[in-house]
């Protein structure tokens, strides 16, 4: 009686292992996409939050810059972090200035100058009603390289 194994037993097994280890790196290679995924919405559902709370956090300036007769306003940011958000928040609507447009349609979105990796869509909705208006602050963020896989939306409303 010989000890070991067969050629066929030895291929068959190698099979077998071959295609668990298939199956194990495509699981690996799944979870892996999803963790990054996660991770893209997870940041773009902060910057949202955080463009909200900056919003709600504002003087009524921000307010005046929505013109009753121009409802809805629609602002267009592309930004890397909150602080270059914050430089454009100062720059432009505390001091008053405009960078609106009235398409809300995705293919009139303006195209990013330069590098950065996060845009935002931000609609100011406004209705008047009794003397009190109230503001429909809608925030849509996504990561550039991802698209809209990688989107958040947030929403609050106002009364001023």
């Given at each position: 009686m010989k000890k070991g194994f067969t050629l066929v037993e030895l291929i068959a097994s190698l099979a077998i292992f071959a295609m668990a280890m298939v199956a194990i790196s495509m699981a690996f290679f799944a979870s892996t996409t999803t963790r990054q995924m996660n991770d893209v919405k997870q940041s773009t559902a902060g910057y949202a939050q955080a463009i909200i709370e900056t919003f709600r956090g504002s003087t009524e300036t921000?307010?005046?810059?929505?013109?009753?007769?121009?409802?809805?306003?629609?602002?267009?940011?592309?930004?890397?972090?909150?602080?270059?958000?914050?430089?454009?928040?100062?720059?432009?609507?505390?001091?008053?200035?405009?960078?609106?447009?009235?398409?809300?349609?995705?293919?009139?979105?303006?195209?990013?100058?330069?590098?950065?990796?996060?845009?935002?869509l931000i609609k100011i909705n406004k209705k008047s009603a009794y003397g009190v208006n109230t503001y429909n602050i809608s925030v849509r963020v996504w990561r550039i390289d991802k698209g809209a896989r990688g989107e958040s939306v947030r929403d609050i409303y106002e009364s001023r």
């Open positions: 921000v307010y005046k810059t929505v013109d009753s007769t121009e409802s809805p306003t629609f602002i267009f940011v592309y930004f890397n972090n909150m602080v270059d958000f914050n430089d454009w928040y100062k720059a432009y609507i505390v001091i008053g200035a405009k960078i609106t447009t009235k398409e809300g349609n995705p293919t009139t979105y303006p195209l990013p100058i330069g590098n950065q990796l996060f845009g935002a």
